[in-house]
């Protein structure tokens, strides 16, 4: 019963932004994470970024200083703040739901690690 729904992705030229969101509905997972990943054609799902709700933020190094994770508790929305985007960023981008209760949070970069996902957003850069 638990969904994610998906929006913000769409068209950029090279150095431009995107912000995608991720909205939970149906469950809470109060001391849970989320992920957001992407896929590309041809290629495997990739790590992206993650956050637990408890206020622990994580991101591949593809990313690092260029992408923003952040929440809004209050809603149960996620947000992934895409700068300074590259051709190679184009994919189509998932987020993911985990109650997650460990305490090793480098499981968060595997997607066997999340039980719900939403539907994916397209973001293409061009060149």
């Known amino acids: 019963q638990v969904q994610l729904v998906v929006s913000g992705g769409g068209l950029v030229q090279a150095g431009g932004s995107l912000r995608l969101s991720c909205a939970v509905s149906?469950?809470?997972?109060?001391?849970?994470?989320m992920g957001w990943f992407r896929q590309a054609p041809g290629k495997e799902r990739e790590f992206v970024s993650a956050m637990t709700w408890r206020g622990m933020f994580y991101y591949s190094d593809s990313v690092k200083g260029r992408f923003t994770i952040s929440r809004d508790s209050a809603k149960n929305t996620v947000y992934l703040q895409m700068s300074s985007l590259k051709p190679e960023d184009t994919a189509v981008y998932f987020c993911?739901?985990?109650?997650?209760?460990?305490?090793?949070?480098?499981?968060?970069?595997?997607?066997?690690?999340?039980?719900?996902w939403g539907q994916g957003t397209q973001v293409t850069v061009s060149s």
């Open positions: 993911a739901s985990t109650p997650y209760t460990g305490s090793d949070d480098s499981t968060l970069s595997t997607p066997n690690t999340y039980n719900y």
């Open positions: 149906g469950r809470s997972f109060s001391h849970g994470a």
